[in-house]
């Protein structure tokens, strides 16, 4: 075992002296907003393995920087384990897969460093005793998930969390230093290589279980977003092909209903197939968001198939048939069928 490693990783850990405070930033931004990707649920499901993890409270008088190095130790013994995903694998079975990961602990800043985007500097949460600026915590987190990719990039490994955590990261890059930058260009040319190693561009939905398909359907589709965005933003190329891909709309459930037995998840799919796809009950869950980024960002790429083309030719013809597959795609027999 590496001790540089062990050393480094200690130092990531006794960040974790401040969960109270991540939490509080975290939830401060659900209650502006909660996301489509992984949403509330999961995202505090993965604040309590971190607590679980770390184990000290604020008022412990154990020597944090001894207990930081022994976790660390133990965490790159369980890391090096296989991170298997079969087709009748429980939720909780999932959950505790997701203990004593590097990639769990990247994704968990992460998704810190990006809340801070919705909140303002004035905010109380960072008046409080042992906090940092908005500013400061978001670089912090930046850094520290890159640690995190650094020790699952040296052991080889790569599995869906690893691929939460590009995402999230990739995003996080153009809150810290901007869209034009070129680190989340970079991060995203990453995103999109684990996407296709794992297979989330084709449909794979019947070799796992429902709630990991659902979440492999939000993760491709936030990928494709995100491609489209600093596509568009740049003027360059996207990563990630419509043509090559077979990228399955999101189901329009919550997480919770994910996580239902087989024939309730079953008659709530069979609801929402006799209503296009859609839950009609009035509220628009992470579901309904996912999808409709999904469309846009096919009309995007098309839109930039013309805009970066230098085909000019019968171009009257091109944009035709972008402006007809906007039309189909509104109608309601289009996306019933999605």
């Given at each position: 075992?590496?001790?540089?490693?062990?050393?480094?990783?200690?130092?990531?850990?006794?960040?974790?002296?401040?969960?109270?405070?991540?939490?509080?930033?975290?939830?401060?931004?659900?209650?502006?907003?909660?996301?489509?990707?992984l949403g509330r649920p999961l995202t505090m499901m993965i604040f309590d393995i971190m607590e679980e993890i770390w184990g000290l409270s604020q008022n412990d008088t154990v020597d944090q920087n001894i207990h930081a190095l022994k976790l660390s130790k133990e965490m790159f013994h369980t890391h090096a384990r296989p991170f298997k995903t079969p087709a009748n694998m429980p939720w909780s079975d999932f959950k505790h897969a997701l203990s004593g990961r590097w990639e769990t602990?990247?994704?968990?800043?992460?998704?810190?460093?990006?809340?801070?985007?919705?909140?303002?500097?004035?905010?109380?949460?960072?008046?409080?005793?042992?906090?940092?600026?908005?500013?400061?915590?978001?670089?912090?987190?930046?850094?520290?998930?890159?640690?995190?990719?650094?020790?699952?990039?040296?052991?080889?490994?790569?599995?869906?969390?690893?691929?939460?955590?590009?995402?999230?990261?990739?995003?996080?890059?153009?809150?810290?230093?901007?869209?034009?930058?070129?680190?989340?260009?970079?991060?995203?040319?990453?995103?999109?290589?684990?996407?296709?190693?794992?297979?989330?561009?084709?449909?794979?939905?019947?070799?796992?279980?429902?709630?990991?398909?659902?979440?492999?359907?939000?993760?491709?589709?936030?990928?494709?977003?995100?491609?489209?965005?600093?596509?568009?933003?740049?003027?360059?190329?996207?990563?990630?092909?419509?043509?090559?891909?077979?990228?399955?709309?999101?189901?329009?459930?919550?997480?919770?209903?994910?996580?239902?037995?087989?024939?309730?998840?079953?008659?709530?799919?069979?609801?929402?197939?006799?209503?296009?796809?859609?839950?009609?009950?009035?509220?628009?869950?992470?579901?309904?968001?996912?999808?409709?980024?999904?469309?846009?960002?096919?009309?995007?790429?098309?839109?930039?198939?013309?805009?970066?083309?230098?085909?000019?030719?019968?171009?009257?013809?091109?944009?035709?048939?972008?402006?007809?597959?906007?039309?189909?795609?509104?109608?309601?027999?289009?996306?019933?069928?999605?």
């Amino acid at each position: 075992m590496d001790s540089k490693r062990v050393y480094l990783g200690a130092q990531v850990l006794n960040l974790l002296g401040n969960l109270p405070f991540y939490r509080d930033v975290v939830s401060a931004r659900f209650k502006l907003w909660e996301g489509w990707c992984l949403g509330r649920p999961l995202t505090m499901m993965i604040f309590d393995i971190m607590e679980e993890i770390w184990g000290l409270s604020q008022n412990d008088t154990v020597d944090q920087n001894i207990h930081a190095l022994k976790l660390s130790k133990e965490m790159f013994h369980t890391h090096a384990r296989p991170f298997k995903t079969p087709a009748n694998m429980p939720w909780s079975d999932f959950k505790h897969a997701l203990s004593g990961r590097w990639e769990t602990v990247g994704l968990m800043f992460c998704i810190t460093g990006l809340s801070t985007e919705w909140l303002s500097e004035d905010d109380p949460i960072f008046q409080q005793h042992g906090s940092t600026d908005p500013r400061s915590l978001a670089t912090t987190a930046s850094a520290v998930s890159d640690i995190c990719l650094q020790f699952c990039d040296g052991a080889g490994i790569i599995n869906d969390i690893v691929c939460w955590l590009l995402m999230h990261q990739t995003t996080l890059l153009t809150t810290v230093y901007g869209d034009s930058d070129s680190r989340p260009w970079r991060k995203l040319g990453e995103l999109t290589t684990t996407v296709f190693a794992l297979g989330l561009h084709q449909d794979t939905s019947y070799q796992l279980p429902l709630y990991l398909a659902e979440l492999r359907k939000r993760i491709m589709v936030a990928t494709f977003t995100i491609d489209k965005i600093l596509a568009t933003f740049l003027g360059r190329p996207p990563l990630v092909s419509w043509r090559y891909c077979d990228i399955q709309f999101p189901l329009d459930l919550s997480f919770e209903e994910m996580l239902l037995d087989p024939s309730s998840v079953q008659e709530k799919i069979l609801y929402l197939e006799e209503n296009g796809g859609w839950n009609d009950e009035g509220t628009i869950r992470k579901g309904a968001w996912a999808r409709i980024s999904l469309f846009k960002s096919i009309l995007r790429e098309k839109v930039l198939e013309l805009s970066l083309s230098y085909r000019v030719e019968d171009i009257n013809r091109k944009v035709e048939w972008v402006l007809f597959f906007l039309s189909l795609s509104l109608s309601s027999d289009f996306l019933s069928t999605r």
